[in-house]
């Protein structure tokens, strides 16, 4: 899952099969079986945003997409299922975003909004309630999208700076003030101007709407919002993700939003809130936190802290983000989702296994799988119940 104007994570700056199982025997700047940090030959993935049981890329303007296929998610409109990136249907140049939901995934296509994959709630937009294994195009949105984002069974996108959702929408995650699903887009209650991003989440959507986050559908805390309301301690926000029940966000209380590395200010900082149980946080402890708390590890030899986080992404109860170039994960870890080679869980920024450095972005799928651009390759890591997977990086073949 996953948002952007350019179809990355939440990051600071601009605007997701593994390949065979592992022992986790690899150690720091090596991968199993997939190659070693920086010895494979520069690729061309651009993006990537991992759903359930399936991820998609986005390489020279063209989907690829592996894992399951059967209800459609690869959009090739074979069914069958595949370890290796195979190409969408339809969509072989001038694609700009991607994003995967659970069992869906929508493009950016010259502004349009192209989906595929399940459909029994409504998420592909196009009016129907039925699955399609190859693009349908969103029609009602026009060719003026900016941003689009796949969440659990519903899908979010901006036309220009307002908001608008459509599928499932039993906790209100559509943000219409109703709980009816919604097979069309629909307007987000209170976010018809001034949102620069949106990130649909598990059962819940969260934006950056006039430089704080509003979040609504089933919140963090546990309550259901059907409209957008404020996120406490926000100000300064400008980009958010937001997964299964944890939440997290990119700050500048001092104004600089955006410009990311040296050019941060003193203010720039990540925060999340939520359900803490296997630290998904990332503050080091394990109590739950309806308000942000800063990631940092205070510990950390290589000095992760919270400011120079550039990149986050929330899951079901797991986070990872890119500080300096460098991949890392914590919270629950019971299928190796944080890429240590280990399943212990880890409650503090923990460094991915080989993605010391080049790394450009980063996502956090919905069934312990996780994966990484480096030098425009993809990585993926993850037990789960994934056919395949590994408890470090391997290189998934996209092209």
């Known amino acids: ?33 997939g190659g070693v940090a920086g010895s494979e030959p520069e690729g061309a993935v ?7 049981w399936h991820a998609c890329a986005l ?30 249907r339809g969509l072989a140049s001038a694609v700009t975003a991607i994003s995967a939901g659970y069992y869906h995934t929508c493009a950016l296509v010259g502004g349009e909004v192209w989906c595929w994959g ?40 901006l036309v220009d700076d307002a908001a608008y959702c459509w599928g499932h929408n039993e906790f209100g995650q559509v943000g219409d003030d109703s709980s009816d699903d919604r097979s069309s887009p629909t307007a987000v209650r209170g976010a018809s101007s001034g949102v620069t991003m949106i990130e649909a989440g598990e059962y819940q959507t969260c934006a950056v709407r006039n430089g704080t986050v509003a979040c609504w559908g089933q919140e963090v805390t546990g309550q259901h919002d ?41 203010g720039a900082h990540a925060a999340c809130w939520g359900a803490n149980y296997y630290g998904a946080l990332g503050n080091g402890k394990t109590e739950d936190s ?30 990872c983000a890119i500080a300096r170039g460098a991949g890392y994960c914590w919270g629950f870890n019971l299928w ?27 996502s956090v799928g919905g069934e312990a799988r996780n994966c990484a651009i480096e030098r425009g390759n993809v990585y993926c890591w993850g037990t ?10 391997e290189r998934v073949t996209v092209e």
Not at 2 to 11: L, M
Not at 139 to 151: H, P
Not at 384 to 393: A, H
């Open 1 to 33: 899952m996953g948002a952007g104007a350019a179809g990355a994570p939440s990051q600071r700056g601009a605007g997701e099969s593994g390949t065979g199982s592992s022992s986790g025997g690899a150690t720091d700047g090596g991968k199993a079986d």
């Open 46 to 52: 651009d993006a990537v945003s991992v759903g359930y």
């Open 59 to 88: 390489v020279r303007g063209s989907v690829r997409c592996w894992g399951d296929n059967r209800v459609g998610q690869l959009g090739d409109g074979s069914g069958m299922n595949s370890d290796v990136g195979v190409p969408v």
């Open 118 to 157: 399940l459909n029994a709630y409504g998420q592909l937009g196009d009016g129907s309630m039925d699955d399609s294994p190859v693009p349908v195009r969103v029609e009602m949105l026009g060719s003026s999208v900016t941003a689009i984002s796949g969440g659990g069974n519903h899908t979010c996108a």
């Open 226 to 266: 059907l409209v957008p309301l404020e996120v406490p301690s926000t100000r300064g926000a400008y980009a958010v993700s937001t997964g299964g029940d944890v939440a997290c966000a990119l700050l500048d209380t001092e104004g600089a939003a955006g410009m990311g590395g040296a050019g941060a200010s003193d």
């Open 290 to 319: 309806a308000t942000p708390v800063d990631v940092t590890d205070p510990n950390a030899s290589d000095g992760v802290s919270s400011a120079s986080i550039d990149q986050i992404s929330a899951g079901p109860e797991i986070t």
């Open 336 to 362: 190796s989702s944080v890429g240590d080679g280990t399943t212990v869980d880890r409650h503090v920024p923990t460094p991915v296994l080989g993605l010391s450095s080049g790394v450009t972005a980063i």
């Open 384 to 393: 789960g119940s994934w056919p395949t997977g590994s408890t470090v990086p």
